[in-house]
């Protein structure tokens, strides 16, 4: 980036990263004119964008065809100089140099200052009905306007060199001559982090001749006032932990805190689970909500105990539109998901064909009939994980809330534990496969069964089970 401002004058407009690479020389002067094209192009298509956002009078005779066409077009022109300076002082923070911090604060007072005579104007104006008095007052408060806006932004400046000064000048001297270990409260009690940014601008003082490295004393001050910054954050961050050390979000912040500006990444990672355990409670808290009393009908029916009655056990629950609501941690790992990934799918999505299919039908007519052949029953079914192998379970399911459309139901899942070399896949007869087929056709199998015939898991889902063995009609019964 081209040096523009600040330096030696021997080094304007040379690169700061290269020092022997003059900027304004080819080719870098073809960067330039295609960073200016580009910068017209964006001119065009930002334009476009004003105009498309703007409701067009077509009767109007405003270049814009809008009340206010002159302001949006001078609005436009500042935002477009202030991107072209944005981009052309980025090597520079301008917010370093005195004078532009002294021209934005006065610009600060001026927009202060005229937005108070707006409400003047707005509020206390007199009414229609004494037309000479209104225009005299209206007149009265334009000439306030254009001779106080000279005072405004002076008062502007006084107040940013005042706070400059106070920062840079006596809470500087103020670090510099305190007593080691004393606590930064009665030194300077920062309120944010702008406020020691601030501060360490008194720490720029560069060896004369060396514009890249800063005297010794001057470092010493800035890591001082950094030191002091952190330890008063860290102690904020525990006041509150304290009393509030039950909310994620603030431990994981401390957490971000630790990592990104203490530089401990491993008491941010204490800190980071702790935050991954509280979420998790409070993800539980809010699904035990979300079933309506669900787990406390549970509870009621299981002799109490509530949320208790599901701890440990793989149990999912489901609406009356078969959507799962909630599933424990423990469905998530007999099933091979990620935590949360059940929620809100379809519980077909873990069933093998032709159950799954077959599910939404069956719940409907529950729901109408109030007929089931399966519920508060226990059963031995297959369960479909992640990777489309199927996993044996012992499944009870029950309503355990709600009428009608309002049912809630849980489904407890127990793993059924294998047999010392033995595979198990589950087959259709009549042709229920691939279209065309017939005889038996697999519907689901487990990992091992995959294994043994060298396929990946789910390749098999849905072929006639006489392609795989030799003796295709002794399995086409």
């Known amino acids: 980036m081209a040096q523009y401002m600040g330096g030696p004058p021997q080094l304007r407009y040379y690169n700061a990263?290269?020092?022997?690479?003059?900027?304004?020389?080819?080719?870098?002067?073809?960067?330039?004119?295609?960073?200016?094209?580009?910068?017209?192009?964006?001119?065009?298509?930002?334009?476009?964008?004003?105009?498309?956002q703007m409701d067009l009078n077509p009767l109007s005779r405003q270049p814009l065809a809008i009340m206010h066409s002159s302001t949006e077009g001078l609005c436009f022109g500042l935002k477009s100089i202030a991107a072209i300076a944005a981009v052309m002082l980025a090597g520079d923070v301008p917010a370093t140099y005195a004078v532009v911090n002294y021209a934005r604060c006065a610009t600060y007072g001026c927009v202060l200052y005229c937005s108070a005579l707006l409400c003047v104007l707005a509020f206390m104006t007199p009414s229609a009905r004494q037309p000479e008095r209104r225009k005299e007052f209206q007149h009265q408060v334009t000439l306030?306007?254009?001779?106080?806006?000279?005072?405004?932004?002076?008062?502007?400046?006084?107040?940013?060199?005042?706070?400059?000064?106070?920062?840079?000048?006596?809470?500087?001297?103020?670090?510099?001559?305190?007593?080691?270990?004393?606590?930064?409260k009665y030194i300077c009690k920062f309120e944010d982090a702008r406020e020691v940014g601030v501060a360490l601008r008194a720490c720029r003082d560069w060896i004369p001749g060396d514009e890249d490295t800063l005297k010794p004393e001057a470092m010493a001050l800035g890591e001082v006032i950094v030191k002091v910054s952190i330890r008063s954050a860290e102690r904020a961050y525990q006041s509150v932990l304290t009393r509030h050390g039950h909310n994620a979000r603030l431990v994981r912040l401390y957490g971000r805190f630790l990592e990104s500006v203490k530089?401990?990444?491993?008491?941010?990672?204490?800190?980071?689970?702790?935050?991954?355990?509280l979420e998790e409670r409070e993800e539980h808290a809010k699904e035990a909500m979300q079933l309506g009393g669900a787990l406390v009908a549970l509870g009621a029916t299981a002799g109490g105990g509530g949320a208790m009655a599901v701890d440990g056990l793989a149990a999912l629950f489901i609406n009356s539109q078969g959507i799962i609501q909630v599933a424990t941690p423990e469905v998530h790992a007999l099933l091979g998901y990620a935590k949360g990934?059940?929620?809100?799918?379809?519980?077909?999505?873990?069933?093998?064909?032709?159950?799954?299919?077959?599910?939404?039908?069956?719940?409907?007519?529950?729901?109408?009939?109030?007929?089931?052949?399966?519920?508060?029953?226990?059963?031995?079914?297959?369960?479909?994980?992640?990777t489309r192998s199927v996993a044996p379970i012992r499944l009870r399911i029950s309503k355990v809330s709600g009428l009608s459309e309002d049912s809630v139901f849980m489904g407890v899942m127990e793993p059924l534990p294998p047999q010392p070399g033995v595979v198990r896949a589950w087959v259709m007869g009549n042709g229920g496969g691939t279209a065309g087929a017939t005889g038996n056709t697999l519907i689901a199998a487990e990992e091992g069964f995959y294994d043994w015939l060298g396929y990946g898991p789910g390749e098999l889902l849905g072929q006639p089970l006489s392609a795989l063995v030799n003796d295709a009609p002794t399995v086409d019964v």
């Open 144 to 184: 306030a306007l254009w001779i106080g806006m000279g005072p405004a932004a002076l008062a502007g400046m006084a107040a940013c060199w005042a706070r400059l000064h106070y920062f840079c000048v006596v809470v500087a001297e103020r670090f510099r001559t305190a007593t080691p270990g004393l606590p930064s």
């Open 341 to 386: 990934e059940l929620k809100d799918r379809d519980v077909a999505c873990i069933m093998p064909p032709p159950f799954g299919d077959r599910h939404n039908a069956y719940l409907r007519n529950y729901i109408q009939t109030g007929v089931s052949h399966v519920l508060d029953r226990t059963t031995d079914f297959v369960a479909l994980t992640k």
């Open 17 to 52: 990263l290269f020092p022997e690479v003059y900027c304004w020389s080819m080719p870098h002067l073809v960067h330039v004119a295609v960073s200016v094209v580009g910068l017209l192009v964006f001119e065009v298509m930002a334009s476009a964008m004003v105009l498309s």
């Open 263 to 277: 530089f401990d990444p491993w008491a941010a990672a204490k800190w980071f689970t702790e935050a991954d355990r």
